[in-house]
C-alpha cells in the first residue's frame, strides 16, 4: 500500500477513535437532555473523574485492569445518582437556568476537588492497558491496539445500548419517559427513578469513555474540556437523537485528524465548528434531529 495511502487511513482510524469518545460524551449530554430537557455541561468533568478513578485502581492500587473497569463503571454510576438525588433533585421545579449553572458548578468543584487530592493533583498520569505498546502491522500499515479497542468497545456499548432499550422494561420506561413524562406518570413510570437512572448512566458512559482516552491522552484534571467538544457534536448529530450523538462524534473526530494531519496548524481546532455551523444552516435541527413546530 502506498505510503500516502498508509498514512491517510491511520490518520482516519485515529479519528475514528478520538471521534468516538466524542460520541460516548455526547450520548451522555443526549440522555439527560431527552430525559429531564436539561443540559449537564458538567459531562466532560463525570469522564475526568472516571479516568482518574481508573488511575487509582490500575496505577495505584494495581488491580487488574478488567477489575479496574468494572469497578470504575460501577462506582460513576453510583456517583452520578447520588449526584442527581443530593444535588439536583432538589433543584427540580426551579428555572432551567439555575439548573444549568448548577451543572456548569459542579464541574468547576470536580476540577478543584481533583487537584486538591494529593495522590491526583495536577499532575499527568497514565497506566498501562493490555493494549499498551502493541499494534496491527501489515503491508507498512500500522493501527494502534488502543485505537482499535476504542472502536470496538464503543460498538458494542451501542450494541448493549440498542438492545436494552428496545428489549428491556427499564429500557422502554426510559423511552416512555423521555417521549412524554405525563404520559409515562399515569402508566405508573416513576419520573423520580427515570432521572436518577438516566444521571446514572450518564455518568457510567463518561466514565466508561474516561478509561478507553486515559492510555491517549494521559489522565490530568483538565482532560474534561472535551465536553466542549463533545457538545458540539451531539448538536450536529441533533440533541436529542441517540445515533445523532455517535455520528456527530465521528464526523468530529475524524475532520480533526485529517485537518491536524493536512490543513496549516491551528485549523484543526476550528475546522469541526466550520464543519457544525455548515450542517446547521443546511439543517438546523442537525443530521438526525426532528424538526418541531410550534404555533403561536
Known sequence: ???????????????????????????????IYKATELINF?????????????????????????LAFLFTVAFMWIFGMLLERILLRPLVGQPAFAIVMGTIGIGILARSVVSMIPAWGTNSFAFR??????????????????????????????????????YTRIGIALRAAAQNQLAAVYMGISIKRVFSLTW????????????LLSPITLVHMIMGFIGLRAFPAAVLGGFGSIPGAIVGGLIIGVTEALAGAYLPIGLKDIAAYIILIIVLMIRPEGIFGIQGKKKV
Open 200 to 211: 446514572a448512566i450518564s455518568a457510567a458512559l463518561a466514565g466508561f469513555a474516561g478509561i
Open 42 to 66: 458538567a459531562q466532560g468533568e463525570f469522564m475526568m473523574i472516571g479516568a482518574f478513578m481508573a488511575y487509582t485502581f490500575i496505577g495505584l492500587l494495581q488491580l487488574n485492569y478488567w
Open 129 to 166: 492497558t493490555p493494549f499498551t505498546d502493541k499494534a496491527l502491522r501489515s503491508r507498512g500499515l500500522m493501527i494502534s491496539w488502543e485505537h482499535l479497542a476504542i472502536i470496538s468497545f464503543t460498538f458494542a456499548l451501542i450494541l448493549i445500548f440498542y438492545l436494552f432499550f428496545k
Open 1 to 31: 500500500m502506498p505510503v500516502l495511502l498508509n498514512d491517510l487511513f491511520q490518520t482516519i482510524i485515529s479519528g475514528i477513535a478520538i471521534g468516538c469518545i466524542y460520541g460516548l460524551v455526547a450520548l451522555g449530554f443526549v440522555l
